[in-house]
């Protein structure tokens, strides 16, 4: 049943239209999308700018732009919040503007609704369990939620909801009782998690510290062998390139370098 109401009490400025118009029409359609998602938040006269654009920008038809903004002015006016939630329950204006989101677009809007107004939500909500990207209870579940957490303009017919769904009574509006023994099955769960964990780390440090151990003892004794036959064959009266002793020292040094690393290593872990 479509809703009349009284057109003064939505009346707004011309010159506040035109002024809106004239403004909306330098923006990006994304900001335009957000105007008309969020209208409540916004002066009447914007809102309606909004949607006036929107069809200039070809991002809505004509017609749909009209259905709309009765919907629109129905929600700003002061009727009651019932005839409202009613209206776009039975009749919503906004499944049509949604049914172009993408897939992505209407999942991202039921996760993140941010500030969007209750009526677009149920339209989002109604697009995605078209989709069957919901199931119908997921619908009634995320619905029922949204009309019940949100703020004060969430509250345009949250007083009927009783109303509404008094006869509605699905498992999924219950809030769950955990069975015992799934506590302590996940205590368990828990607990060889940290314990698998603790091991795995314990691999580690160790598979650590005997790579440090094993290369600082490879290292330190061909360094000093290197460095015990560069000094016999210079005792020898042999000549011997310099780059022998380089090395050779090059290797001592990280020989040893690598077994203090051990050693600190070894320390830390006992410590902690």
């Keep these: 049943m479509k809703e009349e109401f ?11 239209f035109n002024k809106f118009v004239s403004t909306l029409k330098e923006e990006e359609k994304t900001e335009i999308d957000r105007i008309i998602t969020r209208y ?18 070809g991002m809505i038809s004509y017609d ?20 409202k ?11 049509g503007y949604v049914a172009v989101y993408s897939d992505d677009d209407i999942l991202n809007f039921i996760e993140d609704p941010a500030d969007i107004i209750i009526d677009v939500y149920h339209a989002v909500l109604s697009e995605a369990k078209r989709r069957d990207l919901i ?22 017919l949250r007083d009927i909801i009783k109303y509404r769904y008094s006869g509605f009574t699905t498992q999924d509006f219950q809030p769950k ?7 302590e099955q996940e205590e368990e769960e828990e607990a060889d998690y940290e314990k698998q964990k603790k091991e795995v780390d314990e691999f580690r440090e160790r598979s650590g510290e005997r790579l440090l151990l094993r290369g600082g003892i490879s290292l330190t004794i061909a360094g000093s062998m290197m460095l015990v036959a560069y000094i016999a064959l210079l005792f020898q009266g042999e000549f ?6 380089i090395v050779a020292l090059v290797a001592l040094g990280l020989g040893i370098l690598l077994l203090w690393f051990f050693k600190q290593a070894r320390k830390y872990n006992k410590e902690n």
């Design 135 to 156: 199931s119908p209870e997921e619908f009634e579940k995320i619905y029922h939620d949204a009309l019940n957490s949100g703020d004060e303009d969430e509250d345009i």
């Design 40 to 57: 409540i938040n916004y002066e009447p006269a914007m809102a309606e700018a909004a949607l006036h654009v929107a069809v200039d920008k």
């Design 6 to 16: 009284n057109s003064q009490e939505n009346s707004i400025s011309p010159d506040d």
């Design 177 to 183: 009782v955990k069975d015992p023994d799934e506590d």
């Design 85 to 95: 939630q009613d209206n776009w329950e039975s009749n919503n204006a906004f499944n």
């Design 64 to 83: 749909l732009k009209e259905r709309l903004l009765n919907q629109v002015r129905l929600n700003f006016s002061k009727k009651a919040k019932a005839v």
């Design 240 to 245: 011997t390139e310099i780059v022998v002793l």
